[in-house]
Structures are given as C-alpha cells and as structure tokens.
C-alpha cells in the first residue's frame, strides 16, 4: 500500500498582472503549504478506480473525471491502482485541494516508478497549480502559476490557521471580476518579506462576490497573527501566527464564535 498526504496549497501573496490573450491571467504567485491535508491510499489493481471518503467526498461530482483519476491516466503506473482518497479539504477553496490530490499521486508514482522527465508540462496540462503542488514547497510561480521556482523558506514551520465559511467559490468568476488594473509586481526579499509586503488581488473581487470572506478576514485579524490574508481564489483565509500556543487559542477562539465554519491547524512546510 501507497500512502501520501495531499498538503493544503496557500497563496503568501497573489499579484495579478494581466489578461492574457488565452483566457488565462498573467501571475506572480508565493506559493506555501501547509502540512495537512486529504489523504491517499493507493493498492496495485488490475485498473484504476477511485474510492472517496470525508467530510468533503459529497462535493466531488464525479469521481471518474477527477483530477485523480486524470493524473493516474498521464503517468506510468503499472497495471492500475486502486485509489482511496480522503477528502479532508474543502472543494473550491482557495486551497489547491484537487490540484493538490493530483500532485499526491504523482509524489507516489515518482516514489513506486519514477515519474517521466516532462512530468511538469504533464502537471500543468491538468491545472496550473499542479506544477507547485507536486513539489508541495515553498516555491514562486509565474505565467499563469505553472512555471515555478523553489525558494529557501524562513516561515518553515510557523504556526497556521486555515478557515473556511463553508462557501464554495468556483475560480472562473473571481478572475472574470478581477478589475484588470495591474497593481505591481510581487516584491522581493526573503518568504517573511515577501508575504508580508505583498497582496492577493483576487481578495476584492472574491469579497465582492462572497462577502463572508471579508468577515472571516476581520475575525483572523483579530487574534493577532503575523499575516492574514485569504489564499488563491477563496473563500479560504489563513493566519500565520508565531507560537503554537498562539494558534491554538485563534482557533478555539473562532470555533466559538463561528462553529459552521470550517478549521485546521497545521505548519508551514
């Protein structure tokens, strides 16, 4: 048996710089991830197939289109394998969550079989993020965020809270509201610097169009962390705090308040 986490992708910042031709947006990205996630289990069979369990499995339309079951079809994994994924994410989140199954299975068929020498243009063909989300480290991306570079991390780590308000925000119409105003690139400097001089342009038009993340927002900052921002396209937010006893006390904080909305805590990897 094969076993793998699917590590929650976050945006430390997310400048958006332009339209592109293509339909796509132009980005300069500060990916992050944090040490928890869905998980996997995968079994030699003789075909592929896909079992789904968690609290999130029901959102998951159809379990033979997903990314899974795509990212299985693109790469050399003997006769099959029979997949159990445990969908403890959020789907449509800002978190990465298919991407990230997708880059689980490509860690496990590199570790079983090696993966193929364009196995990053593979990645991207599935979705942008899935380049990054193979790696699962701290890395920037640009073009439309499938071209990545690793960068050394001085948040390794740090203490973080993610929260969702249990409100699906499909990606599509956040970059469609996007106002096209290109607002400067992502700063230099190292992860902390970076994260804390730099923005998520999609925060504004993803409010306009769920205004509970302004409200989540609010709350995050609230409890004192070092950054809080919402990652990707939403409706995720996250909080970087500086001691696990921080976290802690945020998170019993906003389940208080919020019990409907959704919580994990983990660490910056």
């Given at each position: ?93 800002g978190l990465g969550g298919g991407s990230a199954d997708a880059g689980a299975i ?14 990053q243009a593979r990645a991207a063909k599935l979705g942008a993020d899935v380049p990054a989300c193979v790696l699962s480290e701290t890395c920037i991306g640009r073009g ?126």
């Amino acid at each position: 048996m094969f076993t793998e986490t699917a590590y929650a992708k976050i945006n430390l910042a997310l400048h958006v710089r332009a339209r592109r031709a293509d339909g796509y947006h132009e980005l300069e990205t500060l990916f992050a991830f944090v040490d928890v996630g869905d998980r996997l289990e995968a079994v030699s069979s003789g075909r592929d197939e896909l079992k789904t369990s968690g609290e999130f499995a029901p959102q998951i339309d159809d379990p033979f289109g997903n990314i899974v079951a795509k990212a299985l079809s693109t790469l050399p994994h003997g006769s099959g394998w029979s997949v159990s994924l445990e969908k403890r994410l959020p789907v449509a989140a800002g978190l990465g969550g298919g991407s990230a199954d997708a880059g689980a299975i490509f860690r496990m068929v590199d570790r079983e079989y090696g993966l193929p020498q364009d196995w990053q243009a593979r990645a991207a063909k599935l979705g942008a993020d899935v380049p990054a989300c193979v790696l699962s480290e701290t890395c920037i991306g640009r073009g439309t965020g499938a071209e990545i570079e690793p960068v050394q991390s001085d948040l390794t780590g740090t203490p973080a809270l993610l929260v969702n308000p249990r409100v699906a925000v499909p990606t599509g119409p956040v970059f469609k509201a996007w106002d096209g105003m290109d607002r400067g690139p992502m700063p230099t400097g190292s992860v902390q610097e970076i994260a804390v001089a730099g923005r998520n342009d999609l925060e504004a038009p993803a409010i306009a169009l769920c205004p509970v993340i302004a409200q989540v927002l609010d709350v995050l900052r609230n409890t004192g962390p070092m950054l809080a921002r919402m990652s990707g396209s939403g409706a995720t937010c996250f909080a970087l705090f500086e001691s696990d006893a921080d976290v802690k006390v945020a998170a019993a904080s906003l389940h208080r308040a919020h019990p409907e909305w959704w919580l994990m805590e983990g660490k910056l990897r």
